[in-house]
Each structure stands twice: as structure tokens, then as C-alpha cells.
T-cell receptor, first 114, second 110 residues
């Protein structure tokens, strides 16, 4: 079955530590996205990529970095510069390069600062 | 600034009690209105896309409708398994910006 796989499901980060969240898709979708979800807020876009080796900042990119070396993979690194990283992180993909096709989401990674 | 507002924040229904969820949007040039279902600890799951005022789409007990200012998700005779958070999102403008609402948490009691 095609889909998006996010790992790990739960991640704990110490102060000053960088962590990387994995996102892999086998849907052959061109576009991939990272969103952050906090209680009482709508999903907020961190980064997106429409083609391999290219990505764009979203609304809340500070303290995050991404890479897109393969079509299937779009990992997100939460750096120590992100002051409030505790949140639920969602990876998504869409057919073509248009968000108008709608998203397929992964099952999420819950990141907690300890 | 583009805005999407969902109401109510939470809704508790008895099994079989029909109701509607509201999604009001203020965006520049709506390209599409999406509904998603999200179960606790999971990613959202796509339900519907609506593109123009007057459009309706149905899936089992759910029907989504769209006007020029809002969208409704009608739930007919809900069952406990319909309990989830329902999110709407508006795609707008030439750059196809996506704006999500904060969701309506639906609980259906047997």
C-alpha cells in the first residue's frame, strides 16, 4: 500500500540538541510538506519542497532545516535554535506541485523537550 | 490576512443525532476548500474537496457543502466511530497558500 511513513512516533530532545524527523513516501508525489500542530492552533507550514534538491520556507521556518535529496524522502531537523519545539509534527505530500490536489499525511511524530 | 474559522470548537452528540460543523473563510481567491478527519495521535485523513459555491459532496453519513463565505460538514445519524476532530483548510491565491482552521472535536455518545 502506498503512503507516508514518519519515524519515530515519539521523540525526546534535550536542551541544545538537534534532532531529525524522518519522512518517506512511496506515492510518487512530487511535493512534500512539513507542518507543526499545537493545541488550539491550525496546522502551520514549516517547509515545503516541490522538486528534488529544492525547498522553500513556510510560515515558521526559523529553527528548522530540511533536505530533499531523493523524491521519496524529506527529513526535518529541529535545531537548538528552535526555542519551543514541543509539538506534533506532520509530514504530507501531494500529487503534482499544487497544494490544490489536497494532502496525504503521515501519522506524525510527537516531539517533547526534556 | 487569510483566515479560516471553525465552529463549534467541540460538539457532543448522541448516536443518531444529526448536526452540522461550520467552516467560515476569508481568503483572497479561493481555489479549493478541503475537509479532513483526524483521529487522536494520527495524521489527518482526506475527506472532501469543494471548488465552487453550490457544490456538494457526500461520503457515507457525511455531506460537505460550500457557499461563498463558508462550508458546512453535515453529519447524518452519526455513530460513535465518527468521533474525531474535523479540520477544514482553504487553498487560495496564485501561490496556492493553504490556511487550516483549528478544528471541531466531535464526540458521538452511544
Amino acid at each position: 500500500d502506498g503512503g507516508i511513513t514518519q519515524s519515530p512516533k515519539y521523540l525526546f530532545r534535550k536542551e541544545g540538541q538537534n534532532v531529525t524527523l524522518s519522512c518517506e513516501q512511496n506515492l510518487n508525489h512530487d511535493a512534500m510538506y512539513w507542518y507543526r500542530q499545537d493545541p488550539g492552533q491550525g496546522l502551520r507550514l514549516i517547509y515545503y519542497s516541490q522538486i528534488v534538491n529544492d525547498f522553500q520556507k513556510g510560515d515558521i521556518a526559523e529553527g528548522y532545516s530540511v533536505s530533499r535529496e531523493k523524491k521519496e524522502s524529506f527529513p526535518l531537523t529541529v535545531t537548538s535554535a528552535q526555542k519551543n519545539p514541543t509539538a506534533f509534527y506532520l509530514c504530507a505530500s501531494s500529487m503534482g506541485t499544487s497544494s490544490n490536489y489536497g494532502y496525504t499525511f503521515g501519522s506524525g511524530t510527537r516531539l517533547t523537550v526534556v | 490576512e487569510d483566515q479560516v474559522t471553525q465552529s463549534p470548537e467541540a460538539l457532543r452528540l448522541q448516536e443518531g443525532e444529526s448536526s452540522s460543523l461550520n467552516c467560515s473563510y476569508t481568503v483572497s481567491g479561493l481555489r479549493g476548500l478541503f475537509w479532513y478527519r483526524q483521529d487522536p495521535g494520527k495524521g489527518p485523513e482526506f475527506l472532501f474537496t469543494l471548488y465552487s459555491a453550490g457544490e456538494e459532496k457526500e461520503k457515507e453519513r457525511l455531506k460537505a457543502t460550500l457557499t461563498k463565505k463558508e462550508s458546512f460538514l453535515h453529519i447524518t445519524a452519526p455513530k460513535p466511530e465518527d468521533s474525531a476532530t474535523y479540520l477544514c483548510a482553504a487553498v487560495s491565491g496564485g501561490y496556492q497558500k493553504v490556511t487550516f482552521g483549528t478544528g471541531t472535536k466531535l464526540q458521538v455518545i452511544p
